[in-house]
């Protein structure tokens, strides 16, 4: 039997098997890719991050709201008690000031608005200042007391002398009375002192506003 001896191997041991060499090179490649994109995220991360945690979200763009001057909330008044119109209806102030008026009356046309002299009586015609009783006073006219807690309005008053009109209305230091003529624009007075003994029939003395706005 001729039994031939093996062909003697190369230096180095058997040769490499090329699949097993392949695999091998790709997962050299996979572990250096995954490698290098962990250090990118750290790098992002620290960049962004500066104490390391996420970056925060830009907070949210302000809404900015206006309101109109004089302004005041609530709606028209009814029932004695008034708030402020809105800005779309709001009337102007044409004058606002301090008046001293008698039983002569207020002229509530005139800028600034004054009270009236002479011999001429108000009563019915203009809101006028007259003794009551044996100490108080009143205003007569067309007008109407503003009772609410809110500040007066051209569009409260308004409602009030087209609903709750009175000829006339006994008052007191702070008390405010919605008036107005058959042609003036409407207005309000404070009262800020009564004078009994001022006068022929007494005098108030008042805060006036008068807006651009007539019954």
Request: glycine share 16%; charged share 15%.
């Amino acid at each position: 039997m001729n039994d031939q001896p093996n062909p003697p191997l190369p230096p180095g041991g058997p040769p490499a098997d090329p699949k097993a060499s392949a695999a091998k090179t790709w997962g050299v490649i996979a572990a250096v890719v995954s490698a290098a994109a962990g250090v990118a995220s750290a790098i992002a991360a620290f960049m962004g991050g500066g104490s390391g945690g996420p970056a925060a979200a830009p907070p949210p763009a302000a809404q900015a709201t206006a309101t109109a001057p004089g302004q005041a909330s609530g709606g028209t008044a009814t029932g004695g008690t008034g708030g402020a119109p809105t800005a779309g209806n709001a009337a102007a102030v044409r004058w606002s000031g301090k008046v001293r008026f008698g039983l002569s009356g207020l002229d509530l046309s005139t800028v600034p608005a004054k009270a009236r002299t002479g011999d001429t009586l108000g009563g019915s015609i203009w809101p006028s200042a007259q003794r009551s009783g044996s100490s108080g006073m009143k205003i007569k006219g067309q007008v109407a007391p503003w009772t609410g807690p809110g500040e007066p309005t051209a569009e409260g008053c308004r409602t009030l002398l087209q609903t709750q009109p009175q000829k006339e209305v006994d008052v007191l230091d702070g008390d405010r009375v919605c008036v107005v003529d058959d042609h003036s624009p409407i207005g309000v007075v404070t009262v800020t002192a009564t004078h009994y003994d001022a006068g022929s029939y007494g005098e108030l003395e008042a805060d006036l506003t008068v807006w651009n706005l007539k019954l």
